[in-house]
């Protein structure tokens, strides 16, 4: 048949590939996020619950 394929991806690949997407898009806003805190945790910024003290452990 002209304009078929055998090519397809089945519903599984489709939902495993937009898990991962989301994980690496939260893993990625959770660096950021980590990144910031340390760099405002490194000016002398001070947290009443000690999220400075969890940014210590910070290799970055």
């Known amino acids: 048949m002209v304009g078929y394929s055998d090519n397809r991806v089945g519903p599984n690949v489709v939902r495993l590939k937009k898990v991962l997407t989301v994980v690496a898009v939260v893993a990625a806003c959770m660096v950021f996020y980590l990144l910031a805190l340390n760099s405002y ?19 970055f």
Request: proline share 5%.
């Open 41 to 59: 945790c490194d000016q002398g910024g001070n947290f009443t619950q000690g999220v400075c003290a969890i940014t210590s452990f910070i290799p």
